[in-house]
């Protein structure tokens, strides 16, 4: 090393080199753009030096540079002179970069052209680079690399800093290698007609130091490494003895990334400008310390929600001290000057010059405190328990505590309301109404110091409303029937019961509400007495839903329609329906369609953990245990279970435990039913009836991970788990035995007509690791239609893959074991199998031999004992996510309501 402090490495000569990089640009597939992807040609590079014959290293990238991101990217380029990248899947993670590795070795001097192809979701980018390849002549050369050693460390990093240094060959290769420092950004110039070159380091706010690893590299010489210790601050190492040392916003700001590590103010820090985040979190507290060393913290300005402070959680090793702060904080619950939840130490700490305004627990110091706070101030914490946002039955003069504490607050009427008097008598409210008062709005703000509330409305109202509540932040509460009925005055509100709600107790009966986009929450309580004769509405508790319903119970439903009817709505849309119990009787004298023990149609939104025990009886189509018809592929019914029965008093079609018709996307996953459904007389013609789902006319829905355990009888084009339908997986039909004297489906209907399958009547698409057991079909005499352990007919190139029979039954003129016909168009049957399946044919045991084929009609026979786990885990059964291992078989893991409601429940009336 010479005096001069220069790092050298021994000098040679080279006449060729080669050109890092010369130009970059980018562009896009213009026929389809992501608008969450755009490359950052700016900070974008290749990386690496390129030399004649020698093969790309891990130093030869394309670090590429973008903003969006956060998906999954297939990166190519096709060979230019030599050099290429091999098709490959990239993660690009959120608004960072990526290093794509070269391959190959350049094969002539020159320029050339790699244009890189980034596809994403279909959508392409193109990066092109150009770059030189240059000739090595003496390869066994070292490399020179020059740079003042002052440069070894470079402390205080907190904007960029430029670091020259020479290099020879002119045009080797300066690159960061791992692991890279947090945070920091390198981006390297070299002139190639000097040598001459600038290293800059650029910190972003997540920087907090480490060391830079380098490598220069030219060809096939040996690489030379370069080692430079950074660091953003100063002084300090961020122990107790030696805390980093904070003179300056961006410092203070690292705490974020430290919060583990001791600070030590040592100047004032203003904050004017900066739009301050919270320091910590709830999950990464902060559990170091701060040594405010006697300095001030000055124009602090926090826009923040809950926990909005300078830190906004302290852990209980945590220590502050010695600081002054000022400036304003704005949140909503837990907004303070110095820390929001505080377990740790405070002393010394000064924060009276903190305008702090919120909704509930503001102070200057700590918003809630678990800890120890010592010679600090102020300390007093405004709070709010059960504020008054909702007073009702003004009729007289009414005085309501405004339940606010420490009482020295003091609150101001901010906005009087109109027709009434209000004034406050220490921390009461006291409201007069004038003549003809009905209703009004104030507003009110509580001050304690420059601690203040933010302006907090109150509705008043002549007549009986809701307990409390808003309705927006805060749910109005309900704990009485004449209170539930007033949901339809604010159908876009927020609703929590209280209490079980008698619906007979009101003066008038029940009148649905017309239309509801709020949220009506029951709290586990029931609403009883859901009763009417012959409605003419939609719905029975409202007409059309596009709100959530949840948390409910309807005991002992007694309801006669007639017209399209659903018991919790008509039409359903956009929300959610979850959590709800109902029972009781449904009945329709309807002639046309639509009748659903839930909703007559959804059309988007969910349906999930449902449970049902109904007894229905109508004369429509479309009826389901839950839904009548389910539209749009935005519909999904889950998790709901079906108990009870459906009695079909005419010819109707599309029929089934849990939802009627489907049509384009639907989905119905996760559902059970043991519903018993009979169509009331020979002849009916009831048909496209299934356990689950009755009947679709198209092919891109889905039924996955649903069973049936009831009875059908007296339809055709029927099935266990489906009448008609698309798209059936990991379903399963389960019976109680296989003999004639307990038959589970039983087919009506004319000899020209009848059929019906254990999953599927009439299947479309894929019918896929389904199950049939214990179960027995049966048909109509003479009938020319198959009756079939799976599937008895087939329609748009269905077929049957992967499914088993096992203990079942087939009675009829044609049985098969799986399919009563070979697979529809492109579809293919595939590696099916029966077990002990009993052959009838008009009722009397056949003498018919099974094909024993896994392509067959009936299946590959097996024996009951080779029925084993990896049996079916060899046929593709997922037995980590959707199936287990029970009592010998095959049990869905998650199939029905599991929902928080008690249902075995009666009504108290």
């Known amino acids: 090393m010479k005096n001069n402090n220069l790092i050298r490495i021994s000098r040679i000569c080279c006449s060729l080199f080669l050109i890092l990089m010369t130009f970059i640009s980018c562009e896009k597939d213009e026929s389809s753009i992501p608008v969450r992807f755009e490359i950052d040609s700016d900070n974008s590079s290749i990386e690496g030096s390129f030399v004649q014959n020698v093969l790309m290293t891990s130093l030869n990238n394309f670090d590429l540079h973008y903003t969006g991101g956060g998906t999954i990217a297939t990166i190519s380029a096709k060979e230019a002179n030599g050099i290429y990248v091999s098709k490959r899947e990239l993660d690009l993670p959120t608004g960072g970069s990526v290093k794509i590795s070269l391959e190959g070795k350049p094969i002539e001097l020159g320029e050339f052209t790699l244009k890189m192809e980034i596809l994403i979701d279909g959508k392409i980018f193109y990066c092109s680079q150009i770059f030189e390849v240059a000739e090595d002549t003496d390869p066994s050369s070292p490399i020179i690399f020059e740079m003042d050693s002052k440069y070894n460390t470079v402390s205080g990093l907190v904007s960029p800093v430029d670091i020259p240094f020479t290099v020879d060959p002119f045009m080797s290769s300066l690159v960061a290698v791992e692991p890279f420092v947090t945070g920091l950004n390198t981006k390297v110039t070299i002139d190639k007609k000097t040598g001459n070159g600038v290293?800059?380091?650029?910190?972003g706010d997540d920087f907090i130091g480490g060391q830079l690893n380098l490598i220069v590299s030219f060809g096939a010489r040996e690489n030379v490494p370069v080692t430079i210790t950074t660091s953003p601050f100063v002084n300090g190492n961020g122990t107790v003895e030696s805390p980093f040392e904070i003179n300056n916003a961006q410092l203070l700001k690292k705490i974020q990334f430290l919060l583990d590590r001791n600070f030590k103010l040592t100047q004032n820090i203003d904050l004017e400008g900066v739009a301050w985040q919270p320091l910590g979190s709830e999950a990464l507290k902060?559990?170091?310390?701060?040594?405010?060393?006697?300095k001030t913290i000055s124009n602090i300005n926090i826009e923040g929600t809950t926990n909005a402070a300078l830190f906004s959680y302290t852990a209980s090793s945590a220590k502050i001290s010695s600081l002054t702060i000022s400036g304003s904080v704005a949140g909503t619950e837990y907004v303070?000057?110095?820390?929001?939840?505080?377990?740790?130490?405070?002393?010394?700490?000064?924060?009276?010059?903190?305008?702090i305004t919120g909704d509930n627990y503001l102070s200057g110091v700590a918003a809630k405190n678990t800890g120890t706070i010592s010679s600090s101030s102020p300390m007093d914490i405004l709070s709010f328990a059960n504020f008054p946002?909702?007073?009702?039955?003004?009729?007289?003069?009414?005085?309501?505590?405004?339940?606010?504490?420490?009482a020295t607050a003091i609150a101001t009427i901010v906005k009087a309301p109109e027709n009434a008097d209000a004034s406050v008598s220490g921390s009461s409210l006291v409201i007069t109404p004038k003549t003809g008062f009905v209703s009004s709005d104030m507003t009110i703000k509580v001050t304690l110091g420059k601690i203040s509330s933010r302006e907090k409305e109150i509705k008043l109202f002549a007549e009986e409303q809701f307990?409390?509540?808003?309705?927006?932040?805060?749910?109005?509460?309900?704990?009485?029937?004449?209170?539930?009925?007033?949901?339809?005055?604010?159908?876009?509100?927020?609703?929590?019961?209280?209490?079980?709600?008698?619906l007979s107790t009101l003066e008038n009966p029940w009148v649905p509400i017309t239309s509801f986009s709020g949220t009506i929450d029951g709290g586990g309580h029931q609403v009883k007495g859901l009763e009417y004769v012959n409605i003419t509405t939609?719905?029975?508790?409202?007409?059309?839903?596009?709100?959530?319903?949840?948390?409910?119970?309807?005991?002992?439903?007694?309801?006669?329609?007639?017209?399209?009817f659903g018991v919790i709505a008509g039409d359903h849309s956009v929300g959610k329906i979850e959590n709800i119990l109902i029972t009781g009787t449904l009945s329709s004298t309807n002639t046309t369609d639509i009748l659903g023990g839930v909703v007559g149609e959804i059309s988007g939104g969910q349906i999930s953990n449902v449970y049902v025990n109904l007894s229905i009886d109508a004369s429509c189509g479309m009826i389901g245990g839950i839904a009548g018809r389910a539209k749009t592929s935005a519909s999904i019914i889950s998790n709901c279970t079906t108990e009870g029965s459906i009695t079909i008093k005419a010819g109707k079609t599309r029929i089934a435990g849990i939802v009627g018709r489907g049509e384009t996307g639907v989905i119905i996953k996760n559902c059970l039913s043991s519903m018993n459904i009979t169509a009331t007389a020979t002849g009916t013609g009831a048909n496209g009836v299934g356990g689950i789902f009755g009947a679709n006319n198209n092919d891109n829905m889905r039924i996955?991970?649903?069973?049936?355990?009831?009875?059908?009888?007296?339809?055709?084009?029927?099935?266990?788990?489906?009448?008609?339908?698309?798209?059936?997986r990991n379903c399963v039909t389960e019976g109680q035995s296989a003999n004639m004297t307990s038959v589970m489906i039983t087919v009506g209907g004319s000899i020209n007509t009848s059929s019906g399958g254990g999953i599927v009547g009439t299947g479309k698409g894929a019918t896929e690791n389904c199950i049939v057991r214990n179960a027995s079909f049966s048909g109509v005499t003479t009938a020319t239609l198959p009756i079939s352990g799976i599937v008895s007919t087939f329609q748009n190139n269905g077929f049957v893959k992967n499914s088993v029979?096992?203990?079942?039954?087939?009675?009829?003129?044609?049985?098969?074991?799986?399919?009563?016909?070979?697979?529809?168009?492109?579809?293919?049957?595939?590696?099916?199998?029966?077990?002990?399946?009993l052959y009838y044919e008009n009722g009397a045991a056949s003498a018919y031999t099974p094909d024993n084929s896994a392509t067959g009609l009936d299946g590959e026979v097996k024996t009951a004992s080779a029925l084993t786990q990896s049996f079916y885990e060899s046929l593709g059964f997922d037995f980590t996510n959707i199936w287990k291992w029970e009592n010998n078989k095959p049990v869905l893991r998650n199939v029905g309501y599991n929902g928080s409601l008690t249902k075995s429940m009666k009504s108290k009336r």
């Open 704 to 728: 996955d991970e649903c069973m049936f355990t009831g009875k059908i009888t007296n339809v055709f084009m029927c099935g266990g788990i489906a009448g008609v339908a698309a798209n059936m």
């Open 538 to 564: 939609k719905g029975g508790l409202i007409t059309t839903n596009t709100g959530n319903i949840q948390n409910i119970s309807f005991p002992d439903i007694n309801i006669t329609t007639t017209a399209s």
């Open 805 to 837: 029979v096992s203990n079942i039954l087939v009675n009829g003129t044609t049985v098969h074991g799986i399919t009563g016909t070979v697979a529809n168009g492109t579809g293919i049957n595939s590696s099916n199998y029966s077990s002990d399946v």
């Open 389 to 406: 946002s909702l007073i009702s039955e003004i009729t007289q003069t009414v005085t309501k505590p405004l339940n606010y504490t420490p």
């Open 199 to 203: 290293l800059t380091l650029t910190p």
């Open 336 to 355: 303070a000057g110095l820390v929001a939840v505080n377990a740790g130490t405070i002393t010394a700490c000064n924060a009276s010059n903190m305008n």
């Open 286 to 294: 902060f559990t170091g310390s701060l040594d405010g060393n006697g």
């Open 467 to 502: 307990d409390s509540g808003d309705g927006v932040t805060n749910p109005f509460t309900i704990s009485k029937a004449s209170q539930f009925s007033k949901i339809r005055d604010y159908t876009d509100k927020k609703f929590l019961l209280t209490n079980d709600i008698d």
